[in-house]
């Protein structure tokens, strides 16, 4: 989504950075950018932003390629904490308050230290499920609340590996990794 962002950074290299921001559709929008270092705790917080409303049968703005009315269309803007095409990044400590925390396209890689993604909207199981394109079979997602229950988390399931194989836009897996914990 070609939204309004607290920093927009295009072909910068080698900086150190103390940032905040809030309001804003994305916290950091990267482009081209290699070697730029945020200290300090780096603070992205997208509530409260613009009121324009995805279209239900447009894209979603998440990148999946599936209409938006099927994919994130569950009444909100998409909202990004660092969006980074093609770009190198450090993040000491982030708290990331937005849909999806960091996107990372093209070749970008980024390491974060220490990282407490929250959504500003946190969905039940049934809702999640119900917004994916694809179903996964029900004995994953008993397998992973099973998991959830006895580790602590859901990654390394067999529901992972199914999301994997299916292609599915990892946005969908940290909201359902949300959900199935918030239920737990």
């Keep these: 989504m070609a939204g309004v962002a607290g920093l927009k950074m295009v072909d910068c290299h080698n900086n150190t950075i103390d940032f905040q921001s ?3 559709e994305t916290g950091i929008d990267m482009k081209d950018s290699h070697g730029n270092i945020f200290v300090g705790e780096t603070v992205l917080d997208t509530r409260q932003t613009s009121n324009k409303k995805t279209g239900r049968n447009s894209p979603c703005p998440c990148g999946s390629g599936i209409k938006f009315k099927r994919c994130h269309g569950y009444g909100g803007n998409m909202s990004t904490g660092i969006r980074s095409d093609n770009s190198t990044f450090t993040v000491g400590k982030a708290t990331i308050v ?9 070749g970008s890689n980024g390491h974060i230290n220490e990282l407490n ?4 909207t946190t969905q039940n199981l049934a809702e999640v499920l119900k917004n994916l394109p694809a179903q996964p079979p029900v004995e994953l997602v008993q397998d992973a609340i099973t998991r959830q229950k006895s580790t602590g988390t859901i990654e390394g399931s067999e529901l ?3 999301f994997d194989k299916q292609g599915i836009n990892l946005a969908f897996w940290s909201q359902l ?8």
Excluded: E, Q, Y
Aim: proline content about 4%.
């Design 22 to 24: 809030s309001g804003f």
């Design 98 to 106: 937005a849909d999806t925390g960091v996107d990372l396209k093209n």
């Design 177 to 184: 990794a949300v959900a199935i914990a918030a239920m737990v």
């Design 160 to 162: 992972r590996t199914w």
């Design 117 to 120: 993604h929250i959504s500003p």
